[in-house]
């Protein structure tokens, strides 16, 4: 019998894992990296995908305005993706911000199809304003982003 996948909020005791996981992509320059005073301070932003017990995806929900959240650190562990790992967290994550009334969700990202295959368009990332100002500005890859940024906007 398969193991099942569970999606829930994250806990203290995800500290660890989280970290461990970002901290794997920050190192490849494919996601800003996250200390782990900055995962405590913000841990009821994450959730995390979970399987025999064992952290093996991640992602969280910033704020950006009052009508728009992104969807950061978002991570699958080698040996996880592709069996919709990722899609569940990204439901998980958009139905907390539909929940809080928040109309739009963006993400900046290198896995463009993915995002398309989950709802989202891509659009120019200049209309985020509050994104550049709140994350970009302390980013090496500030003035020469390669990331697409991406769009959906719950019914």
Known sequence: MPAVCTCRNAVPEDIEPLFQMID???QKGIMLPRSRKLLEQQLEQFVVAEMDGIVIGCGSLCQLGNDLVEI???GIMDGH???GIGSML???LTEEARRQGIPKVMALTYEVSFFVKNGFSVVEKEIFPEKVWTDCVNCSKQSCCDEIAVLKTLA
């Open 81 to 83: 993706k592709g069996l």
């Open 72 to 74: 950061r650190s978002l």
């Open 24 to 26: 794997g992509y920050a």
């Open 90 to 92: 990204v439901n998980k």
